[in-house]
């Protein structure tokens, strides 16, 4: 199983959505940006690294916010496909300017917008948007299980991004 770690970005009540580039899996899908872990590296290390490559960002990743595993249907004929484990954290404080060195584009959109964007499947749970919040569905759809204890399965986590 791979290892992915992910940042969502937040700046003034907007959060960074990134968009795949239209010749990689799972073309023009937006996501939030990060990537694998490399070996013996932690979830954060691994955020830390892929954000200064990805976007020219030094940011500062604290607690992990969620985690799941997703197996992606194609996963046997893709070779960037199969099981994942993702590890979710929220980045509120960064140095620089985010760049795109990685993504078909890059955007700051409220987060209500990203109901309406087509997101990568394995990434859809985190954006179910509600008045301007970000919230996390712990219902378990097909391909996903998640990781974080919880006491029932149609309990939202909360994440307040109008903080900025």
């Known amino acids: 199983m791979k290892q992915v770690a992910v ?8 959060v960074l959505a990134c968009q795949r580039k239209r010749d990689g899996s ?22 830390a690294r892929e954000l200064r490559e990805e976007l020219g960002i030094d940011a500062v990743v604290t607690g992990e916010l969620h985690k799941q595993e997703w197996v992606y249907p194609d996963g046997d004929s893709n070779p960037n496909g ?3 484990r993702v590890f979710y954290f929220l ?3 960064f140095t620089g300017t985010p ?6 584009q890059i955007r700051w959109v409220p987060p209500d917008e990203l ?15 509600q008045g301007g ?11 996903r299980r998640d990781l974080v204890a919880g006491k029932g399965d149609d309990i939202l986590r909360q994440i307040d991004l109008t903080l900025t």
């Open 7 to 14: 940042g969502v970005i937040m700046n003034n009540g907007h």
């Open 26 to 47: 799972y073309p023009l899908k937006w996501e939030f940006p990060g990537g694998k872990l490399e070996p013996n590296e932690s979830a954060k290390a691994a955020l």
């Open 82 to 84: 199969g099981a994942f």
């Open 91 to 93: 980045i509120s404080s």
């Open 99 to 104: 760049e795109n060195h990685a993504f078909e």
């Open 115 to 129: 109901k309406s964007m087509d997101i990568l499947e394995g990434t859809s749970e985190i954006c179910i948007c």
């Open 133 to 143: 919040r970000l919230l996390m569905s712990r219902q378990a759809p097909v391909g």
